[in-house]
């Protein structure tokens, strides 16, 4: 089984929409109103695409069972975040109608609620701006985020280049002494390791 969607009703998907946090600021009305549109709960078996980088599906997803990771093309390897139940992604593409710019892979068995734009569209505008609030707060949550992550990355090289500098001496006495490149690096790993701590 790669995917496998399921039908639910309007009562099973408010019984999920109330144990999300992204819906607690929804009054009873506008959760009922979320409900009752025909959303969609995909389960995905594990190491499966939810979304692929450059696919033009406009969808919104919420992680409701299991993990996720985020990756993209040119670094396959890397992961860039991972994404456990209550998250969201989707919303730049919905938001900005563009391709999707990194591909959600499931971890493990995951389970998602989907929410397309034409479902979107039905709901009453009031509800729909609440939505598209909570999405702009996502998203301006994750750029804080990430800045605080650009912050510290960038202290940490700047560390490592000042002791690169004020071990400049030193290194070209070790270089002299005859020592092997691993016992440099070694030297090298042990000072970057006190650094960071």
Known sequence: MDTKIHSKTPQEILRLINNIPFFQSFNVAERQELSALNNQVIEYSDKVAIVEEGQKDMAVFIVLKGEAIVTRNDLPKVIINTLAEGDLFGEVSFLMQTPRTTNILTKSRAKVLKLDPKMLEKLTPETRE????????????????????????????????????????????????????????????????DLIR
């Open 130 to 193: 609440k939505v598209k609030d909570k999405f702009i707060a996502v998203l301006v949550n994750r750029i804080s985020e990430m800045n605080t992550a650009l912050v510290r990355l960038k202290v940490e090289m700047e560390a490592i280049s000042q002791a690169a500098v004020d071990y400049q001496t030193e290194f070209d006495k070790i270089l002299k002494s005859g020592r092997t490149m691993k016992d440099v690096f070694a030297g090298i790993n042990e000072t970057i390791d």
